[in-house]
Each structure stands twice: as structure tokens, then as C-alpha cells.
């Protein structure tokens, strides 16, 4: 059996809500009488879940809650999530930038953790200051840092600038230095938050191979939090689904992502009125979308080369011209990368009257065989861009193979052509 190298216990962290230092003496007061006669802290018994769509009904916020897990030496965990639902928080307490609330961390070996753009670094150093400093504080003596000077500068493609003091660093030149000191520092536990979005492409994929060389070639764990739910497919051998801080699923990297995802169609309620996590002026709301096929049906699963028309229903909350409107749709693929988009002024489409829903028709939907789902937006654009009404997740659809190529096909570059139409 794998050696457990990291193993978390029930850890919660829980943040006063409103202005730091008001009323708290009286807080710790309470606190102080209740620890000298042998009880729990009362304020542990208290505190609304990490919700952010709702108000709260309490001074107190578990940012996360009960989380437990364990993960064996040359394992690579992907912790997954919305904004917000506690990821940075339990990274930070894995990496001693902060303390939990409750529970505890049993770790072998040392942890190097990169959390921010530049963390650890002091901008009056020098890059080549930088890398000692950083391994000093990671517990190596310098003539192991010096040892891997070399091919922390050669990987973070900062030769030029490396005597000259980080503060005059792009973000780009700062993410990468501290990614290859992290890295090439040789910590037993690598903890990565989502700063790899910060590097170019070229650099991101430098950066998933020494990773994945760190797990697999040298047997180190890496903890890994993204959005490119690609990425974690691809490097990560578990992962870990947090929900308004709390751990809803842990499992195969695979059936993690998966669970995320599908997670996401809770949001898609038949009503769209319903949803909180909506952004715009409010003019207008979405009520609901279809997918209609040919027979006009209302389908969840679509064939691909076949007619399709999204059907998109709203309410007018305000009197507003609708020649000045512009709708957009965007789908996207289940690794949330965006495959096509549709905007009604670039089409040349102007509403003269709309009355309940406006539909945009794709003769054939040229999309490979695959899972989907659609993002929504309204908008105004006379002297700068408003937007009125925009909802992610409002609809989760699939797409079988079809007879993919013998549609509208440009030959010479082997391409397909999506064509459609806003019509109302």
C-alpha cells in the first residue's frame, strides 16, 4: 500500500463576518469563561454555510466546514469548485498561511505552496535573492539551492532579468520564477492554487509536465486547484469537489470532474426567473431556454449535422427600444472551453418587436459528438456596452456523432462552417 503522506481530519475555518475589531473583546470574553470551565467554544456551534448568494443570518461564517481526506505519496489531487466555495481557504491552512478553526493536518515531509502570484517573494530582491530566500524558508541548505540554481532560471526563461529586483517583474515573470523555485526545490508536497492562468500557453504546459514529472518520475504529491477542468483530467490521478465550503464528492479525477459538471445543471431550473447568480441593469430577465429540433420538440440530445434552434424566453421588466438590443449565445464544452458563440448585431439582426422569446436557428449544428452547455446574455451597446441580463449553466445538452462531414464543408482548409440566425 501507498504511503499517506497528507491526511486532513476534519478541518473547519471560521471567519467573523463585518468590520475586524467590533465587539469582539466581549467574543473573546465569552470565550476565555467558557475554556476556564472545560467547555467548547460557544462560537463554534454557530455560523451560516459559505453561500454567498444569500444574505446572512449570523456574525459568523464557516469559510470551510468538516473537510477530510488523505492522499498517498506520488498522488495528484484536483480540488475543484465554484468562486468561493473554499478552496484558496483550505489550501492556505494545508500550507500554514493561516490556522484552522478546528481539525488537523498530518504531513511527511516538507510542503512548498504556490498560492499567489510571487508568494514568499520580497520585491526589493533580486530574482537570484529570491531563490535562496524562498529555499531557505523552505528548510534547504544553500548549497542544495545553489545545486538547482541553474535550472530554476533556465525553466522560468528569466536569465536577463534575474539580478534585477522582482518588483520590476511582470506578473508573468513573477508567476513563473516562483513556479520553478516551488517546484525545482524538491518539496515532498507541491501545493499549486490557480496562478498557472497568469503564464502564457507555452508556459502552462511547461508547467502540467513538471508537474506531472514530479509526481509520476519523482513520486511527489501535488495539490492542484484550476478551473480548466482539461487540466485536471489530464494531470490529476484524484480529485476533490468543494460546494459553499463543504466536500461534496471525492473520487477518480475523471468521476470528480464529471460530478462538477453535472453539478452544474442543478442551476438549470426550468425557471430561470429562480436564480440568484444572475448579473445586469434587470430591464429584462431570462424565464427560459429550449433546445427544439427539427419537429420543433423541445430535446435534451441532439445529433450533430442536424437542425437545431435555441429558443430563449424573458420578461420585460422595463420599457426599453428593442432595436437597441443584442443577444448572445455561447456554448461551451464540458471542459468549459468555449466552442461558439452567436451575437445578434454581428449577424445583422435587428429586433422590431419581441414579444416573449427570440430564437436563434442553426440549419445544421456543426458540433463534434460531446456534451454542452449554453451561456446567455442581453445587452445594449448606443455609446458603451450595458448589460442587461446574463445567466452561465442555463442549459446542459449532448451531441451524438452524425454525419458530421458531408454538411457545409469548406474544403480547402478542411473546416466546418456553423451557420445561424437570431430570428424573432
Known amino acids: 500500500m501507498s504511503e499517506v503522506i497528507l491526511k486532513v481530519e476534519h478541518i473547519s475555518k471560521q471567519y467573523r463576518l463585518g468590520l ?12 476565555w469563561f467558557y475554556k476556564i470551565r472545560g467547555k467548547d467554544d460557544p462560537f463554534l456551534k454557530i455560523g451560516d454555510t459559505n453561500d454567498r448568494s444569500k444574505a446572512s ?12 481526506f488523505e492522499v498517498k505519496r506520488g498522488e495528484v489531487l484536483g480540488i475543484i469548485g465554484k468562486n468561493g466555495a473554499g478552496k484558496s481557504t483550505l489550501l492556505k491552512i494545508l500550507s500554514r498561511v493561516t490556522s484552522p478553526t478546528t481539525g ?6 516538507r510542503i512548498a505552496s504556490l498560492l499567489e502570484v510571487g508568494t514568499g517573494f520580497h520585491p526589493e530582491l533580486t530574482g537570484k535573492e529570491n531563490i535562496y530566500l524562498n529555499g531557505a524558508i523552505l528548510g534547504m541548505s544553500k548549497a542544495e539551492i545553489k545545486a538547482k540554481e541553474q535550472e530554476i532560471i533556465e525553466f522560468s526563461g528569466c536569465q536577463r532579468y534575474i539580478d534585477t529586483p522582482v518588483k520590476r517583474y511582470s506578473s508573468g515573470m513573477r508567476v513563473r520564477l516562483a513556479f520553478a523555485v516551488a517546484a525545482f526545490l524538491e518539496p515532498d508536497i507541491l501545493v499549486v492554487d490557480e496562478v498557472l492562468a497568469v503564464g502564457d500557453a507555452e508556459f502552462q504546459k511547461k508547467a502540467i ?3 506531472q514529472d514530479i509526481s509520476k518520475g519523482d513520486g511527489r504529491t501535488v495539490l492542484f486547484v484550476s478551473h480548466n477542468m482539461a487540466a485536471v483530467k489530464n494531470l490529476c490521478t484524484k480529485g476533490l469537489v468543494l460546494e459553499n465550503g463543504l466536500s461534496v464528492f471525492e473520487g477518480s479525477s475523471d468521476d470528480a470532474v464529471n460530478f462538477y459538471l453535472n453539478r452544474q445543471s442543478t ?4 425557471n430561470l426567473l429562480d436564480r440568484t447568480d444572475r448579473k445586469g441593469s434587470g430591464e429584462i430577465r431570462f424565464s427560459k431556454i429550449e433546445l427544439l429540433n427539427k ?7 441532439i445529433i450533430s449535422g442536424e437542425y437545431a434552434k435555441f429558443r430563449i424566453h424573458m ?35 435587428k429586433f422590431k418587436k419581441i414579444n416573449s422569446y427570440v430564437d436563434l436557428e442553426l440549419p445544421k ?40 462531414w458531408n454538411a457545409k464543408v469548406n474544403r480547402s482548409t478542411n473546416v466546418a462552417l456553423i451557420d445561424g440566425v437570431f430570428k424573432n
Open 20 to 31: 475586524v475589531g467590533t465587539g469582539t473583546l466581549s467574543h473573546d470574553l465569552k470565550r
Open 57 to 68: 443570518e449570523s456574525d459568523y461564517v464557516w469559510a470551510i466546514k468538516d473537510i477530510s
Open 104 to 109: 488537523q493536518i498530518k504531513t511527511k515531509g
Open 209 to 211: 509536465g513538471k508537474m
Open 267 to 270: 442551476l438549470n431550473t426550468e
Open 295 to 301: 419537429n420543433n420538440k423541445s430535446v435534451r440530445e
Open 315 to 349: 420578461i420585460f421588466n422595463a420599457k426599453i427600444n428593442h432595436e437597441d438590443l443584442i443577444f448572445g449565445l455561447v456554448i461551451y464544452d464540458k471542459n468549459e472551453n468555449k466552442v461558439a458563440d452567436f451575437y445578434s448585431d454581428e449577424m445583422g439582426v
Open 365 to 404: 449544428l456543426m458540433l463534434r459528438g460531446g456534451d454542452y452547455y449554453v451561456v446567455i446574455v442581453v445587452q445594449t451597446a448606443i455609446r458603451v456596452v450595458k448589460q442587461i441580463d446574463l445567466l452561465h449553466h442555463v442549459l446542459n445538452f449532448k451531441v451524438f456523432p452524425g454525419d458530421y
